[in-house]
């Protein structure tokens, strides 16, 4: 567990948990807390018995918001792509008048990349704080959307010039992560527009057309998911499609071969009947002779077929 005073972007350390009971003179307090810490935190902040179990829960955290009397608790999802797995990581936020508390189970790069947003804009307001996690956060959907976008058009090329199995398989896992990250697009544009209304007293009024914007980039973010979700079924269709086309384009190939060889066939059918009256059977270069024929033959029907593009 980190805690630290912030005021006007500037952090230092706080040494005793005890301190932060009491607001600053100037600015805020950040505890930066795993969920081992809430044991000692629950009982010196009042936080709620729900609000502790949902973060202490293995399951995946539904985004959330909920209002108590001195406190907020608010549940969102960090985003990460590793152009095969989606991962979403629950980052829990207790918000209060004079302090905020994140609570996580894994590290999050946003906390990280915080900070030099923090001293930039000379942060002095936990409601400030809590602006530019959510910025932070929403505006990382916007760049795993544009991978998965590279990865769709890549996906696209590589099934339309040379079509595998293991395309099927990264069609379905892609679209299913997809859908997944979809079911909490919802939930976390409602937290989003609670935090826009102006009844929250512990966000400030001025913070409204910041949490505004933020609420319309997470608009354009589930329409993003949506089509990625339609791109996907078409993605499918095209795969499907060349599958078919590959197949015809086999079959056409042993259908051309099959032609040529049924004229080869049927003059090796007649010299392999038990007859001595077959013309040129006893020629002394009758067999020579007969291949030259069946080779030329099967030349000329397969140039032909090549000019007709059937091969």
């Known amino acids: 567990m980190k805690i630290r005073h912030v005021s006007n972007g500037v952090f230092s350390t706080v ?9 600053p003179a100037e600015g805020f307090y950040w505890i930066d807390a795993d969920v081992e810490d ?9 936080m709620h018995d729900l609000a502790v179990e949902d973060c202490l829960n293995e399951e995946e955290q539904r985004p959330k918001i909920e209002i108590y009397e001195h406190h907020y608790f608010i549940v969102i999802n960090s985003i990460r792509f590793d152009d095969e797995e989606i991962f979403l990581r629950a980052l829990n936020i ?14 999050i790069n946003e906390l990280r990349t915080l900070k030099p947003i923090l001293w930039e804009q000379e942060v002095s307001r936990p409601d400030q704080f809590l602006y530019h996690l959510v910025d932070l956060v929403v505006d990382n959907y916007f760049l795993v959307g544009d991978r998965i976008d590279t990865r769709i058009e890549t ?4 099934i339309l010039m040379h079509t595998k199995k293991s395309h099927l398989n990264e069609i379905i896992g892609l679209r299913g992560e997809i859908l997944w990250v979809k079911k909490v697009l919802g939930p976390q544009r409602e937290v989003i527009a609670t935090l826009n209304k102006k009844e929250l007293k512990l966000i400030d009024d001025q913070l409204q057309k910041y949490f505004s914007d933020v609420y319309e980039n997470a608009l354009k973010i589930a329409e993003s998911f ?10 499918r269709e095209a795969y499907q499609s060349s599958l078919s086309s590959r197949a015809n384009e086999i079959m056409r190939v042993f259908t051309a071969i099959t032609t040529i060889f049924m004229p080869l066939t049927f003059i090796t059918g007649i010299y392999g009947m038990n007859f001595d009256s ?3 059977l006893h020629f002394r270069y009758g067999a020579y002779v007969l291949l030259g024929i069946m080779l030329l033959l099967g030349l000329c029907m397969a140039i032909i077929f090549r000019k007709k593009e059937w091969l």
């Open 15 to 23: 040494e005793h948990i005890e301190q932060t009971l009491v607001a």
């Open 38 to 46: 809430l044991v000692e935190l629950q009982p010196l902040f009042g």
């Open 94 to 107: 207790f918000l209060g008048k004079h302090y905020i508390i994140t609570v996580t189970k894994q590290k």
């Open 155 to 158: 996906l696209e090329e590589d």
């Open 226 to 235: 949506d089509t990625y979700r339609d791109l996907m079924g078409n993605l």
């Open 278 to 280: 077959i013309p040129g």
